[in-house]
């Protein structure tokens, strides 16, 4: 039997079988509110595995930097309508914004810097941090996964996506310092599952950006002391063949296939599937 890098057994995930029907979707909020641990990246990745195993996957581009929807193939400042359209339009079909991408069973709803205004635009909004569980109701019965994309940030954006989210995963880069916020952030998705969601789950930290060092060997361990049974078994290692799959606008799973980082994100998909978290 295989064993993780925390010396866990695990049976290798095995490849689900196609589906039959499709929806209602499972809202995952991608969140971690320090910059650079991989959310978009994870994003773009375990949304390719999973279209791939015949999952019709959303990603909700919910940063202001756009990198998801840039990721993808589209270019951002030429979309017209994007999420934040959707956010302050109530009238608006949300199917207007979607915009399908070049890979089968994967859509986008773009975004572009028009999103950094709607923070503020918020604050004011009756029902402010239900405005994306609201936008999203209207399509959640059309995909069996929707991945919202979030700002490195805590603010109002963020509540929203946890609001909407059925559940979180949590990037987590293998250095100290990406250790030190995850407390925070655990804080505020406390205070959504107490005062908004309480159906809120964290699904798994998902550890990035993992080299074979003594230094990512000790953060390792640390999050596993801290997030008993909560760390995805596959840990996602640093690779130059990531940038090379942004800068070709395409998941690495459907880019280089049999790289070693495409298998780590196949496995994160497997796992989510085996583990019931989507059908």
């Not at 595995?49 to 589209?74: C, E, K, M, N, W």
């Not at 925070?184 to 969601?197: A, C, D, G, P, T």
């Not at 596959?234 to 090379?244: E, G």
Request: net charge negative; hydrophobic share 45%; aromatic share 6%.
């Amino acid at each position: 039997m295989p064993t993780d890098l925390l010396g866990r057994d695990y049976e290798t995930f095995p490849a689900p079988e196609p589906l039959q029907t499709h929806g209602p979707a499972r809202v995952i909020a991608m969140c971690n509110q320090k910059g650079g641990v991989g959310k978009t990246t994870s994003s773009i990745n375990i949304a390719g595995a999973l279209s791939q195993y015949g999952r019709r996957v959303l990603i909700v581009d919910f940063d202001p930097q756009g990198a998801a929807t840039v990721g993808l193939g589209i270019n951002a400042n030429a979309v017209e309508d994007t999420v934040y359209t959707a956010l302050f339009n109530p009238r608006m079909d949300v199917h207007a914004v979607i915009q399908h991408t070049d890979f089968e069973n994967l859509d986008i709803m773009p975004s572009n810097i028009d999103l950094s205004a709607a923070e503020v635009q918020l604050v004011t909004e009756v029902g402010r941090e239900q405005v994306l569980a609201g936008v999203l109701r209207q399509v959640k019965d059309e995909y069996d996964v929707i991945i919202i994309d979030c700002q490195p940030s805590l603010g109002l954006l963020t509540v929203n996506a946890l609001t909407a989210a059925d559940g979180v995963i949590i990037p987590v880069a293998a250095e100290f310092f990406a250790l030190r916020g995850v407390a925070l952030l655990m804080q505020s998705i406390e205070k959504v599952q107490s005062r908004i969601n309480p159906s809120l789950e964290v699904y798994g930290v998902l550890v990035t950006m993992f080299t074979h060092t003594l230094h990512c060997d000790e953060v390792l361990q640390r999050i596993y002391e801290a997030f008993q049974g909560k760390v995805f078994h596959s840990v996602i290692s640093r690779s130059i063949k990531l940038p090379d799959s942004t800068v070709a606008a395409a998941p690495i799973t459907i880019y280089a296939p049999n790289h070693k980082t495409a298998k780590e994100y196949r496995e994160v998909a497997r796992e989510l599937i085996f583990q019931g978290v989507i059908a």
